[in-house]
């Protein structure tokens, strides 16, 4: 083959390699900008318009992290407050807790009281900062060994730190919780939990995002005189587990719900809530993980579609619990928990 021939083989190459990429960044820009819309979901948002100082509050700070507040004692269910972006998942570069944004944070929320920090399990979109909030508080951080480990990274004292057994109560002020073991939601390949197994060491950071893993995940209960919450943080669950659970308020996570199909979601809405005996649901986890933290945006399309689940919900509470009300939070409102209406009598 002479020269010019290679040479012009090669330059075509190049071309089609070249325009492959071009037309391959586009449309996956375009899929990244195509997400449902929060606007298309017409469920009460849930916000109080008056509190009295004696109410059991939350404040939703995304995804699954939950502040509870009963004027005296606060408890932190997850802690995901630094917001590694979608190149740090991808590259799988180094990220480590957002220490301004997370002062920022104790602040703007009046983290003052912080008895306890649960993390529903050791992914980083669930536990990735309780070793940062649980230093700048005297709260102890509880959840399986491998968030113990996530806390130890961090250099919380071990005093501070509890592994904790399941069915055991633990009480926080007048709060009592309970957690109970729960599978997580099957969104890895082929039906796998996804980032699965334990974290056998001290999780020091920077580390990439795949250093947190699952290490078990659990179903809370958080109870108190004017009421009892469970909280799931992954769309997990387990046939029967939660029989001996009486709920008020269900937080139930969605992401990737839509993935797991319309009848998944029904055995999940009937095991978390009509089993559970909850009139009030408001769904978590169905944000953008890579958006900063407040940027409450859904996720693009090709990855899950909220707005879809948010549909099937609403068949689920008309076919089984009609007397359920199902709220949207807003992000960083605080809601007095208890006093949220039902749906009106009809
Ligand atoms: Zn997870």
Known sequence: MDKDRIRRIAARTA????????????????????????????????????????????TWLGVATILFDDGQTQILVDAFISRPTLADAILQRPVSSDIPRINAAMHDFRMRGLAAIIATHSHYDHAMDVGAIANRSSASV??????????RGAGVPEDQILVVEPGQVYEFG??????????????????????????????????PITAW?????????ISHPQGT?????????????LDDVQADVVFLSVGMLESLGREYAGNYWWELVTA?????VIPVHFDDLTAPFGDIRLAPRFIDNFVKTAGWLD????????????????????????????????
């Open 15 to 58: 071309l089609s390699i070249t325009a492959v990429v071009f037309v391959g960044s586009i449309a996956l820009f375009l899929l990244w900008r195509d997400r449902p819309d929060l606007g298309d979901i017409s469920w009460p948002r849930a916000v109080s318009e008056e509190l009295e100082a004696t109410d059991v509050t939350i």
């Open 276 to 280: 559970t005996g909850a009139t009030r």
């Open 315 to 346: 068949e689920l509470r008309q076919t089984w619990d009609k007397d359920v009300e199902l709220y949207l939070p807003v992000f960083g409102e605080k809601v007095g928990l208890y006093s949220l209406e039902g749906p009106p009598s009809s």
């Open 174 to 207: 007048q709060f009592t919780v309970m957690l109970y073991e729960s599978p997580h939601a099957p969104i890895g390949w082929r039906g796998a939990t996804p980032l699965p197994g334990t974290i056998d060491e001290p999780l020091e950071m920077p580390a």
């Open 142 to 151: 509880l959840g399986s060994e491998s968030t113990a480990n996530v806390a």
């Open 229 to 241: 919450s469970l909280v799931q943080g992954s769309a997990g669950y387990n046939d029967n587990r």
């Open 213 to 221: 893993r699952e290490g078990g995940s659990y179903s809370v209960v």
